[in-house]
């Protein structure tokens, strides 16, 4: 296998249903720094409700279809969380548990048509609501439990609906 010179220095792997390695290349710099401002915006929402947990991308999550997944940012709730590491197994491995909010961005080098298939992935694996951020085309692809797929623009309001009661982004102010 041969790893291009960005490559070989820090390569986040996910494992998916079928349980393929795959091998992502780290985030550019601009792309890190916005999920870094949006991160901080739900970990500041977080801090004030102290409803439950906010992780970054270094956290792995098994999926009950044995996929591995580590979503840029993801929430879940206290509840959830606490239950889930009642499971001393589950405090060595990558828990089995699904956050109930995730955000992915699709970074220059991702397929909007790969990443779109990782969202639906989290949302039949029980994800209550997700959130696509498509970097280059300046759209967000907000998936919901019902199913349904709302898009919207970067200067759209993006709420955490009942997910994050009283969570509000757009995208255009963190810019």
């Not at 079928?18 to 970990?43: D, T």
């Not at 929402?45 to 997944?69: C, I, Q, Y």
């Not at 580590?70 to 491995?93: F, G, Q, V, Y």
Request: hydrophobic share 40%.
């Amino acid at each position: 296998m041969h790893f291009s010179e960005e490559q070989r220095h820090v390569l986040k792997i996910e494992r998916n249903a079928n349980g393929e390695i795959i091998f992502m290349s780290p985030s550019f710099p601009h792309i890190s720094k916005f999920i870094a401002k949006i991160s901080f915006e739900v970990f500041l929402w977080n801090k004030k409700l102290k409803t439950g947990d906010v992780f970054d991308s270094s956290a792995g999550f098994t999926l009950p279809n044995k996929a591995v997944r580590s979503p840029d940012i993801s929430w879940l709730s206290k509840e959830k969380w606490d239950l889930a590491m009642t499971d001393e197994a589950n405090k060595r491995r990558f828990p089995h548990v699904v956050p109930e909010f995730v955000i992915e961005v699709k970074s220059d080098s991702d397929s909007l048509k790969q990443q779109k298939e990782k969202m639906e992935e989290w949302m039949v694996n029980g994800c209550l609501l997700s959130w696509l951020i498509d970097y280059q085309g300046e759209k967000v692809f907000i998936y919901k439990k019902d199913g349904s797929i709302d898009e919207k623009s970067y200067d759209d309001a993006l709420t955490g609906e009942n997910i994050l009661p009283g969570f509000s982004l757009r995208i255009k102010d963190i810019l």
